[in-house]
C-alpha cells in the first residue's frame, strides 16, 4: 500500500484546514486509516484513526475540534481541522493499518501561526 497525503502549509490560530491522503494498493478487507502527527522533539502521536466500519477514535487533545472520515470508493482518508492551536503545529503522517501491516505516507508539515 503507497499513501499521497495532501495539504499543509501555515494557518492562523482559530482556522481550519483539511488534509486528505489517497492510498493506492490493495486496500481491500478491514483496515484503519488515520493520521499521526510528531511536533519537533516529541514522539509521533496519534491523531485520529477510522476503520471499515466507520468507527472513529481521536486523540483527547483534538476531540470536538477534528473530524476524520474517509471514502471507500476514491481510498480516500481526510482530516477536517477547525479551531487551530500553535501546538497542532507538527509534521502530519497519513497512516494504513491491516492486521499487522502498517504503512506510512511521507508526512506533510502544518504550521499554526499568526
Known amino acids: 500500500v503507497q499513501l499521497q497525503a495532501f495539504g499543509g502549509g501555515l494557518v492562523q490560530p482559530g482556522g481550519s484546514l483539511t488534509l486528505s491522503c489517497a492510498a493506492s494498493?490493495?486496500?481491500?478487507?478491514?483496515?484503519?486509516m488515520g493520521w499521526y502527527r510528531q511536533a519537533p522533539g516529541k514522539q509521533r502521536e496519534l491523531v485520529a484513526n477510522i476503520n471499515s466500519f466507520g468507527n472513529t477514535n481521536y486523540a483527547d487533545s483534538v476531540k470536538g475540534r477534528f473530524t476524520i472520515s474517509r471514502d471507500n470508493a476514491k481510498r480516500t482518508v481526510y482530516l477536517q481541522m477547525n479551531s487551530l492551536k500553535p501546538e497542532d503545529t507538527a509534521v502530519y503522517f497519513c497512516n494504513y493499518k491491516k492486521g499487522f501491516y502498517d504503512a506510512w505516507g511521507q508526512g506533510t508539515q502544518f504550521t499554526v501561526s499568526s
Open positions: 494498493g490493495n486496500i481491500f478487507g478491514i483496515n484503519a
